[in-house]
């Protein structure tokens, strides 16, 4: 049976307490750990505090240094727990399509983190929504509250059961940003399902352990908006920063920290954040990738700061092109620029909103 996704409210601000976060990360990922991480500190409201469980699969020293560094200088209540992981526990699994066995960390987290609920983030997103107000709604007894996946929309679509008809039309949940009942997690052995599934998935499903959880979990999902979970190459506009309020996961598998991508405006604003928050991270390699960072990163600044001056510009050019006769060239054109024109009100609206 469907269940309605439901939008978390304020009105149970008035219980306290720290917040738990969790995150998973290497080395290889660490850029887009550290922006998650930041994204979630600029966006919510800290109130007793955040700790941020990072389940650490093999992290460089500076880099996680750096990390502790912007936390502590940030004026935010947070602050960083590492869990350094046994890889060995994982031995076995099929690899994902990130040819590694990272993505299964998830299901250890009933194991390492000694807490009744936590929040789940995957390290390849930005969170610009508030996580207090899903921290502080119940999640009943519910196994996991989750957005419906924007691929896989039913259990049907990626299963490793034969499933009834009423279960082939439950939805299919993404794994990417979860709140977990972690004390019913261990309660029913959840960690020990999910990996005992995965174990024996190996050319039975494409989402290895997204889909071992869907299995063990259905029927116990509380389904939340997509607006806390948007894929990064849905199509974005201005609502979605300045009223919607959205989380992008970053879930292709070229991250935003690999190249220097302006065609997907999720891309852009990943990299406008990177620029701000920790320059030092995030550089592609290459002869000249220095060289297009240094000019992609004044650019991202300069519309980010000034971009109203941008806008009039394009405004001026579209209008000029109205003037001229028109043909199928000068059409194409107009679209171009106004395509930019959403990128820099974009770029406007979220380049100051961060610490």
């Known amino acids: 049976m469907l269940s309605r996704p439901v939008e978390p409210s304020r009105r149970f601000r008035a219980r306290a307490g720290v917040m738990h976060v969790v995150l998973t990360s290497n080395e290889a990922y660490f850029p887009g750990l550290a922006c998650a991480v930041l994204s979630i500190l600029s966006w919510t409201e800290t109130g007793d505090g955040i700790t941020f469980h990072i389940l650490d699969g093999g992290i460089e020293e500076d880099s996680w240094r750096s990390l502790e560094r912007k936390l502590s200088s940030s004026g935010k209540k947070g602050r960083l727990q590492r869990h350094r992981l046994s890889l060995a526990e994982l031995a076995g699994l099929p690899l994902d399509h990130g040819d590694g066995v990272m993505v299964y960390a998830r299901l250890l987290m009933p194991s390492l983190i000694d807490e009744d609920e936590a929040i789940y983030v995957d390290s390849d997103m930005l969170c610009f929504r508030d996580l207090r107000d899903l921290w502080e709604e119940p999640i009943e007894d519910n196994l996991v509250a989750a957005c419906q996946d924007f691929n896989i929309k039913l259990l049907a ?63 116990r999902v509380k389904y939340l908006d997509r607006r806390w979970n948007r894929f990064s190459f849905e199509v974005f506009s201005l609502p979605d920063f300045s009223q919607e309020r959205i989380n992008i996961h970053y879930v292709s598998k070229t991250k935003p920290w690999m190249n220097y991508d302006n065609k997907d405006i999720s891309h852009v604003v990943w990299r406008l954040f990177r620029a701000k928050w920790m320059p030092n991270i995030g550089r592609p390699k290459g002869r000249l990738e220095p060289v297009n960072g240094i000019y992609y990163d004044v650019i991202l600044r300069v519309l980010s700061r000034c971009g109203g001056i941008g806008i009039i510009f394009i405004d001026l050019f579209r209008g000029l092109l109205r003037l001229l006769s028109w043909n199928p060239r000068l059409e194409e054109a107009s679209r171009w620029l106004e395509k930019q024109r959403k990128k820099v009100e974009i770029l406007k609206c979220v380049g100051s909103r961060s610490y």
Not at 168 to 176: M, P, Q, T, V
Not at 186 to 199: I, T
């Open 157 to 219: 679509n990626d299963s490793l059961f034969d499933l009834t008809e009423e279960e082939a039309e439950c939805w299919y949940f993404n794994a990417g940003f979860m709140k977990v009942n972690l004390k019913l997690w261990r309660k029913e052995d959840v960690q020990g399902q999910a990996l005992r599934l995965a174990r024996g998935s190996r050319g039975k499903c494409n989402w290895l352990d997204q889909t071992a959880l869907n299995s063990c979990l259905k029927g």
